[in-house]
């Protein structure tokens, strides 16, 4: 079982309209609204492949219910903690070009009781689990380490982890021994303090050294490059797609904690991670072609995986 965290949920409205000018009113002609967040999305695209999953979330009270019932109509297994802090929404606006704008509110502080409900429902949950995912942003106040001992603990009990944040949390939580860590560029040059200019290999390879097990850095149509103990590689499609990026990114935290859970670990080898990276590029690909985060149509993943382009990094 995967377990996926997500502490910075948002409720995920998406408003298709055929263009945006700024400055002018807009039609909506299309809207979705839907429990959200990284660790949410992940959860909702292992479940719609067939993976067991579960997703765990602090959210406000007004909201509970209405988002217990959109996971449990959607299938998604959850373990909801209650908070007085009211839940933060993320707003993709969609053109009929497919271009998407977001706008994302920032988190409300969250008590530290609620912290202490949370790690509770990760030790419960970890008895049956082989994978922690810990994707997003932190509410405001959050302590920097948060991310830090949720690692620390999901290594006590066995688990192995995906790490998909940025800055400080990130910065923290790396010497705590992140199985695998999945940052964007601009992420890891905000966790490392580099140059922007920093490549994406190098910046995988500070991550190592700072203490990630592996890593991945993102670069938008630019793929991917993994630096891993034993191996470096990129990997992109070979023609790049258009359309909803939203949950693009919490795909592929979805397909490599699947990676992780099946090989018990990091995959070895050049062969292991080259299959993984083509999963994972596949099922983010095919998540940009849904109208909505946390989606993944297998036929799409299993058509874009022969177009997933992989290259050994050089020395």
Excluded at 232 to 240: C, D, T, V
């Amino acid at each position: 079982m995967i377990v996926t965290l997500t502490p910075n949920p948002a409720a995920d409205v998406t408003y298709g309209v055929d263009a945006v000018h700024l400055g002018d009113s807009h039609r909506v002609h299309d809207m979705t609204e839907r429990a959200g967040g990284k660790g949410l999305n992940v959860a909702s695209v292992l479940t719609g492949l067939g993976e067991h999953a579960v997703a765990v979330a602090p959210v406000g009270a007004a909201d509970l219910a209405a988002w217990a019932a959109d996971l449990t109509d959607r299938g998604v297994s959850h373990r909801l903690v209650e908070s007085p802090s009211a839940t933060r929404r993320s707003i993709a606006v969609v053109e009929a070009d497919g271009r998407t704008t977001l706008f994302n509110e920032a988190g409300q502080p969250q008590p530290d009781a609620v912290w202490t409900r949370v790690a509770e429902a990760l030790a419960a949950l970890s008895d049956q689990a082989e994978v922690l995912t810990v994707s997003g942003s932190l509410p405001a106040e959050a302590p920097d380490d948060l991310v830090a001992r949720f690692v620390v603990e999901a290594a006590r009990r066995g688990l192995h982890t995906v790490v998909d944040c940025g800055g400080a949390a990130l910065a923290a939580a790396l010497p705590a021994g992140p199985r695998l860590v999945k940052p964007n560029r601009t992420e890891a040059v905000a966790t490392l303090g580099v140059d922007a200019g920093t490549s994406p290999r190098a910046l995988a390879r500070l991550l190592l050294e700072r203490g990630a097990g592996a890593a991945v850095v993102t670069d938008g149509a630019s793929g991917l490059e993994l630096v891993a103990p034993d191996v470096s590689l990129r990997a992109r499609l070979r023609e790049p797609l258009r359309g909803n990026p939203t949950g693009a990114g919490d795909a592929m935290t979805a397909a490599l904690a699947v990676e992780l859970r099946d090989a018990s670990g990091l995959p070895s080898g050049v062969d292991a991670w080259a299959e993984a990276l083509r999963r994972a590029v596949a099922w983010s690909a095919a998540a940009v072609l849904q109208p909505v985060a946390g989606v993944v149509d297998p036929d799409d993943a299993a058509r874009l995986f022969q177009s997933v382009q992989i290259e050994e990094s050089p020395a």
